[in-house]
T-cell receptor, first 117, second 112 residues
Framework: GAVVSQHPSWVICKSGTSVKIECRSL??????MFWYRQFPKQSLMLMAT?????????EQGVEKDKFLINHASLTLSTLTVTSAHPEDSSFYIC?????????????FGPGTRLTVT | AQTVTQSQPEMSVQEAETVTLSCTYD???????LFWYKQPPSRQMILVIR??????QNATENRFSVNFQKAAKSFSLKISDSQLGDTAMYFC?????????FGAGTILRVKS
């Protein structure tokens, strides 16, 4: 159990366009979902935390107007990169967690590689 | 602020040998959790082992064990009987307030 999927697994878009990445918990209800960004051979940097039905909480330095996060249900969160630029090219990873009091583990999706040309 | 430091960018080990990956951290919290994650070339994050700070006993999962020194804020990972499939990037992570802070990672290469 505790499987998280991401779609698409890779995407190429043109500079100035927007792209949406989906994160789904397939066999559990995710109270909280997280979005990370990872550059090649570097660590994961937390971008934002979202709870179902609430506005996302963004980490310092992350542009909330550029990286729109929606957590519309207990199984789906989306990250939309608006007006993408080449510097937004990266590997984006989501994770999901259940109720913290029963299971504090974060379950990670397989990631989405975004290339902006 | 919570920080996690992995001072070994890359390590290599012969198949069947034992290797230890280092991790130190800093936190002002008393209750927290520590994790080791593995990220193979597929880039899927895989939980290797976790340790609750309130537990004195070191966690063990098959060939993987940790040496948790709370006073020294040290959390090293020992991999015994290394296998080729252990080749991956390993991240140490500190959990506080439902957030994970990751170290920079250590690339481990297992050689045949």
């Amino acid at each position: 159990g505790a499987v998280v999927s991401q779609h698409p697994s890779w995407v190429i878009c043109k500079s100035g366009t927007s792209v949406k990445i989906e994160c789904r918990s397939l066999d559990f209800q995710a109270t909280t979902m997280f979005w990370y960004r990872q550059f090649p051979k570097q660590s994961l940097m937390l971008m934002a935390t979202s709870n179902e039905g609430s506005k996302a909480t963004y980490e310092q330095g992350v542009e909330k107007d550029k990286f729109l996060i929606n957590h519309a249900s207990l199984t789906l969160s989306t990250l939309t990169v608006t007006s993408a630029h080449p510097e937004d090219s990266s590997f984006y990873i989501c994770s999901a967690s259940r109720d913290r009091w029963t299971d504090l583990e974060q379950y990670f999706g397989p990631g989405t590689r975004l290339t902006v040309t | 602020a919570q920080t996690v430091t992995q001072s070994q960018p890359e390590m290599s080990v012969q198949e069947a040998e034992t290797v230890t990956l280092s991790c130190t951290y800093d936190t002002s919290e008393n209750n927290y959790y520590l994790f080791w994650y593995k990220q193979p070339p597929s880039r899927q994050m895989i939980l290797v082992i976790r340790q609750e700070a309130y537990k004195q006993q070191n966690a063990t999962e098959n060939r993987f064990s940790v040496n948790f020194q709370k006073a020294a804020k040290s959390f090293s990972l020992k991999i015994s009987d290394s296998q080729l499939g252990d080749t991956a990037m390993y991240f140490c992570a500190l959990e506080y307030g439902n957030k994970l802070v990751f170290g920079a990672g250590t690339i481990l290469r297992v050689k045949s």
